[in-house]
């Protein structure tokens, strides 16, 4: 049973202290927000609340946080075919993963070579046309 003052629904009450706590201090409308939001989670008491934190915390840790299912990718099965299927397709793919960096690789360095090759042609123009200018009418640049 819920016995707070203020219930954690959507209510006049709680929508107008929304409203007022974003008006006076935004940080205050937005506990207001998370309590009307999750305040049924934490059951209205301070123990309860700091029990489903601590959960919360512990369910977290135990995925590893942001990279749970990275680590979760290579824990066994139990099934020793899977596991080996498994470990064969993730080698295969590693195999194309690396394959593709090579090509992207070489057809970066395709790419700068022409970039060479357009720029030293330019070049090359650019000196052609330098030098003959002034030998065929004696224009200045």
């Known amino acids: 049973m819920n016995t707070a003052l203020i219930k954690p629904e959507w209510s006049a009450l ?21 309590y009307i939001l999750w305040g049924e989670y934490f059951g209205g008491s301070k123990e309860q609340a700091e029990t489903w934190l601590k959960n919360k915390k512990g369910a977290f840790k135990s995925r590893g946080g942001c990279h749970g299912r990275a680590r979760h990718r290579h824990q066994a099965t139990g099934n020793a075919a ?23 690789e070489a057809f970066e360095q395709y790419l700068a ?29």
């Not at 107008?16 to 201090?25: D, H, K, Q, S, Y």
């Not at 330019?122 to 002034?134: C, Q, S, V, Y």
Request: without cysteine; hydrophobic residues 40%.
């Open 14 to 34: 709680t929508i107008a202290l929304m409203v007022l706590g974003f008006i006076i201090f935004w940080p205050l409308g937005f506990a207001v927000l998370a």
């Open 82 to 104: 899977f596991d080996d299927y498994r470990a064969e397709q993730l080698q295969r793919l590693e195999d194309e993963r690396r394959r593709l960096e090579e090509e992207r």
């Open 113 to 141: 070579n022409l970039h060479k090759a357009r720029d030293r042609e330019e070049f090359d123009r650019f000196m052609r046309e330098r030098n003959a200018g002034p030998a065929e009418g004696g224009q200045a640049y």
